[in-house]
């Protein structure tokens, strides 16, 4: 069964610092999709940014880039010249491209500290 | 481990049943989320029960009622859904309603309106 495992409960940043979130996954499967959510106070989900495995090339998103070590089976966030609004809770979660079965961690709140 | 039980876990339905999704948690906790995840966006919070009580709901079309009848179980009922309400449903628990509290999801409902 795969499972995501963010190992950060809680992190604080001073404002413009770059700050790295780290999330581990486990599978089998060869292709699949990995994704960053960010839910900030009004709750409501964002997408952050979104992970092909097949693709070697690590996606980034303006501030935002990750980290993806496929055979470490890691996939860090890093947030670049962070800013307040980037206070949030941050969810790494993992989808086979088969099965639309989304699987997420736990979750890591982040405070970004002016 | 997810310690969150939905059921069914794939749904299929025509635009004018009734049917019901449930989400159970053995965790303890006091606040329990209904998400949906469509391909046209990305993950959508649609309410929350916080002790029982449903403190958001966000602009969530009356064809989508839900039910926490104790802290361990939300329902979701369904009637006379559209086509555009096919997606993943996720159900999610947390200790409390506090926003930055880690959630533990459960594996979604796959719901196809026929």
């Known amino acids: 069964a795969q499972t995501v495992t963010q190992s950060q409960p809680e992190m604080s940043v001073q404002e413009a610092e770059t700050v790295t979130l780290s999330c581990t996954y486990d599978?089998?499967?060869?292709?699949?999709?990995l994704f960053w959510y960010k839910q900030p106070p009004s709750r409501q989900m964002i997408l952050v940014i979104r992970q092909e495995a097949y693709k070697q090339q690590n996606a980034t998103e303006n501030r935002f880039s990750v980290n993806f070590q496929k055979a470490a089976k890691s996939f860090s966030l890093k947030i670049s010249d962070s800013q307040l609004g980037d206070t949030a809770m941050y969810f790494c979660a993992f989808m086979k491209l088969r099965d639309d079965k989304i699987i997420f961690g736990k979750g890591t709140r982040l405070h970004i500290l002016p | 481990e997810t310690g969150v039980t939905q059921t069914p876990r794939h749904l299929v339905m025509g635009m004018t049943n009734k049917k019901s999704l449930k989400c159970e948690q053995h965790l303890g906790h006091n606040a329990m989320y209904w998400y949906k995840q469509s391909a046209k966006k990305p993950l959508e919070l649609m309410f929350v029960y916080n002790f029982k009580e449903q403190t958001e709901n966000n602009s969530v079309p009356s064809r989508f009622s839900p039910e926490c009848p104790n802290s361990s179980h939300l329902f979701l009922h369904l009637h006379t859904l559209q086509p555009e309400d096919s997606a993943l449903y996720l159900c999610?628990?947390?200790?409390?309603?506090?926003?930055?509290?880690?959630?533990?999801f459960g594996d979604g409902t796959r719901l196809s309106i026929l």
């Open positions: 999610a628990s947390s200790q409390d309603g506090q926003i930055n509290q880690p959630q533990h």
């Open positions: 599978t089998s499967e060869n292709n699949y999709y």
